[in-house]
């Protein structure tokens, strides 16, 4: 391969130049590949977050109806399903809970612990007592953390459960969550069995939680048991339709913007490789005249493209990497609640964003290398030749 | 048996007939004028001729660098001038060494690796080129140089390794195009010397062109051109 051997040798001989060209490309390489490790990470720090304080698929009662009555059946169908890992039959009601002087008006969910921390991490969530306090007999209550500070009641108080048509209950407090969300001065768990009776209306339910494998299934499995039992039936992606959608035009701008950056360092490769050829006229032609194809001199100033791209990629990946992992370790001093609980930059460092990224940096220097290439490639060899 | 025609025919190397060169579209210049030639294989001769008389345009006609606007040249009984450019790019490199004014070296080469790019090109390995390559070196008094660069290289010294180079792939016909043309007279007659005692060594054919009126009285045989047409062709 002399071609590989010119090429070499060429670059070598134009160490400054070189060196600038790479540096172009590299930093092109390190920023897209930050940008794109933080957009990943910010994106699946969103996905996960929603897909861990809510259902993957949930489903309601069919319409015009306020509850599922005689669920057990359908449990057990959806439980059935491809790709389902666990369900979970929930009760959702209004009412106020009041201690002492204090009322607040709480969401109170009457669910089946065991069932419920297999569908969704509420258990990380406690910050006092413990979540499965409430499986067993007995009225006992898990509130938000806000809503104990509103009611102003503390772990193994009893507040009173009051809905109009129900008999006040008393339940005791034997956790607390924090979700860091809004929902924390509305929040309330209770036994499923324990709601039931305090709303009096026999073993129905509002709704079951559903989780899945694959979460990216979640859409086909909500149209399945929507078309096949007639129950409103909703994944999570339809559920958070505007942010996915947000991210997806985030991520095609920052596409833009990638190729945008590639392209400017992209014409630093051009600009280096019409140098080398305007300066290596009659080297040209005499590598014609020893016989040399046209081909091959195309090949050499592609190759020059190409070693060129390599090294500004390896050089761009490592400093990529580095500078990734640096700012992930990064804690920004701001309040938590403020970036959705963020307090780092979320970084997801993938082998897949430096392939695109590296694959993207070389496909635009060796169209950069082209022009060149293809100029030296043109070149009429008598007049290559007295060009000196 | 071999007749005697077809005896005749295997010594001639290049036959050029009726062969022009216009350049130019709307004022065209006849840098070659129905030129018709003959050369035998080994001949060493010189062609000369004011500038402008089509010397190196006629050299690089044979060189198979450009081609003509009509007639034929046969290089070896092969028409070169219907020959596809991957042809051509082959023919040069196999057939033809070219020997320029300037030394025409790659600057990012020393002198063997250098003298290696033909056969490199060629295809010939890596290993056996250098040792063939080394050995041109030897032939043009420049082995003790070989790891020099161009620009650590005086003139003379330069232009005996753009010789070695030009023979590294054996070719049948040297071009030299004013290849003495930018030294002094010591390392001309020097750079001549070489050029004679290889074309005796290898009987391979060469064909200068030279302002040198001393150099060409020196070769057997003389092809003055004038305006595109050969005036003169006289044999010492």
């Known amino acids: ?388 | 048996m071999m007749s005697e025609e077809m005896m005749e025919n295997m010594k001639k190397i290049i036959e050029i007939r009726n062969l022009t060169r216009i350049y130019g579209d709307g004022s065209e210049v006849r840098a070659l004028d129905g030129v018709n030639l003959d050369i035998e294989r080994g001949e060493f001769l010189a062609i000369i001729g004011p500038s402008g008389s089509g010397k190196s345009t006629l050299l690089n006609q044979i060189g198979i660098l450009d081609t003509p606007t009509s007639g034929t040249i046969l290089l070896d009984g092969v028409d070169i001038t219907k020959a596809s450019e991957k042809e051509r790019s082959r023919l040069r490199n196999r057939k033809i060494g070219f020997i320029f004014q300037y030394h025409h070296l790659l600057p990012d080469f020393n002198a063997i690796e250098n003298v290696m790019m033909p056969l490199l090109i060629n295809g010939v390995k890596r290993s056996k080129a250098r040792k063939m390559a080394s050995q041109m070196l030897e032939e043009v008094g420049l082995d003790d140089r070989a790891d020099h660069r161009p620009n650590q290289l005086s003139g003379g010294q330069n232009q005996r390794v753009a010789i070695a180079r030009a023979l590294a792939n054996s070719p049948e016909i040297v071009i030299g195009d004013e290849p003495t043309g930018n030294l002094d007279s010591k390392a001309s007659d020097a750079i001549y010397e070489l050029l004679r005692r290889l074309n005796h060594e290898h009987n391979q054919t060469f064909i200068l062109v030279t302002h040198d009126a001393q150099m060409a009285a020196k070769t057997d045989r003389i092809i003055r051109l004038v305006d595109g047409r050969i005036v003169e062709d006289s044999r010492r």
């Open chain 1, 1 to 388: 391969m002399f071609e590989m051997n010119i090429a070499i040798r060429h670059i070598r001989s134009r160490q400054r130049q070189t060196l600038f060209s790479v540096i172009a490309v590299a930093l092109a390489v390190a920023i897209i590949t930050i940008s794109m490790s933080m957009l990943s990470g910010f994106t699946s720090y969103i996905v996960d977050a929603t897909v861990e304080n809510q259902p993957h698929v949930t489903v309601s009662p069919e319409e015009d109806e306020d509850h599922i009555y005689l669920y057990h059946g359908l449990l057990n169908y959806i439980q059935a399903q491809d790709g389902v890992i666990a369900v979970s039959p929930r009760y959702r009601g209004d009412c106020a809970l009041q201690y002492r002087h204090n009322v607040e008006g709480v969401v109170l969910y009457g669910i089946n612990p065991g069932d419920e921390t297999k569908i969704l991490n509420v258990e990380k969530d406690i910050i006092a007592g413990d979540f499965m306090s409430i499986t067993g007999l007995g009225n006992r209550i898990i509130i938000g953390s806000k809503l104990a500070e509103n009611l102003e009641v503390e772990l193994g108080d009893a507040v009173t459960a009051k809905f109009p048509g129900s008999k006040p209950t008393d339940f005791t407090v034997t956790g607390i969550i924090r979700t860091g969300t809004q929902a924390d001065e509305t929040l309330a768990y209770a036994n499923l069995g324990r709601v039931q009776d305090f709303y009096g209306k026999g073993d129905i339910i509002t709704g079951i939680g559903v989780r899945v494998g694959d979460i990216y299934a979640a859409d086909t499995l909500a149209e399945k048991i929507d078309c096949e039992t007639g129950y409103d039936a909703t994944s999570w992606m339809e559920g958070n339709r505007e942010i996915l959608d947000l991210i997806d035009q985030q991520t095609g701008f920052a596409y833009v913007f990638y190729i945008m950056i590639f392209a400017i360092s992209g014409f630093g490769i051009a600009n280096i490789l019409i140098m080398v050829v305007m300066d290596k006229v009659g080297e040209i032609g005499m590598l014609m005249a020893m016989g040399t194809s046209r081909r091959s001199i195309l090949i050499i100033f592609l190759f020059e493209a190409c070693i060129l791209g390599m090294m500004g990629v390896i050089i761009g990946s490592v400093l990529g990497y580095v500078s990734s992992i640096m700012l992930a370790s990064y804690t920004i001093p701001v309040p938590p609640e403020m970036y959705f609980g963020l307090d780092h930059l979320p970084f997801l460092i993938t082998p897949e964003n430096f392939i695109i990224a590296g694959v993207f940096a070389m496909a635009i220097n060796i169209i950069a290398g082209a022009y060149p290439a293809r100029r030296a490639s043109k070149m009429d060899p008598v007049e290559a030749i007295h060009d000196v």
